[in-house]
């Protein structure tokens, strides 16, 4: 996969300029499927926020198509109907919220099995949507009851530390404080801020603030 995993979304020019390459295509040529399942893990999300996702943010950036994807309904569904949908789209769209549910989810409903064959898709996370692909988030980050710990997909090798000032408690003390428990390399980032990976090469899209830990 083709990864751009932000903190805050599509917030600038700079990251919808690195969407746009990654696709390959025109946003308005491509066909997205968004994610908002990480959302119903966080005790601060819920039908208002899921809503607020689905009908704005990165689903508004003008689509040449736009579905949904609801993780929780998959394990009910044959994968010969839902296989096709997420090879046949150019985008995932991948929602905040908890990482820990979020990747309990994507094991759960098959998806993560199927990540690796998706060598063209684009994997567009925001916040915890970003984080599940790391190897641990952090006991900071978890907020999911049903958590077994912080461990989440493993994807990459490194840890996202997000929304650097945007809430009281994330500050970059907090962020060293946090990096320490981790045990690897680390990425904070501000929400004007992504990291991209495409063929294992990493760097930082950043129109703000962001440290490497």
Known sequence: MKLLLTSGGVTNPS????????LGKPIADATALCVPTAQWGH???GPTSV??????????????SVGLLELTALPTIDPER????????????VDGGDATYLCHWLRES???DLLPSLTETVWVGV????????????????E????????????VDFSIFPHLDVFPDNTLAAAHEWAAGIGG???VLDDESAVRVVDGEVDVVSEGQWHRL
């Open 144 to 155: 999911w009851a049903g958590a077994p710990d912080d461990r989440t997909l493993g994807v």
């Open 82 to 93: 839902w296989v096709p949908w997420v090879r046949e789209a150019d985008v995932l769209l």
């Open 43 to 45: 005790p601060m999300c």
């Open 185 to 187: 390399p680390a990425y």
């Open 110 to 112: 098959g998806l993560a």
């Open 15 to 22: 990251i919808e300029a690195a969407l746009v390459d990654l």
């Open 127 to 142: 916040s915890a949507g970003s984080m599940v692909l790391t190897p641990r988030i952090g006991d900071l980050f978890v």
């Open 51 to 64: 809503r607020r996702f689905v009908v704005g943010g990165l689903p508004d950036l003008g689509w040449g």
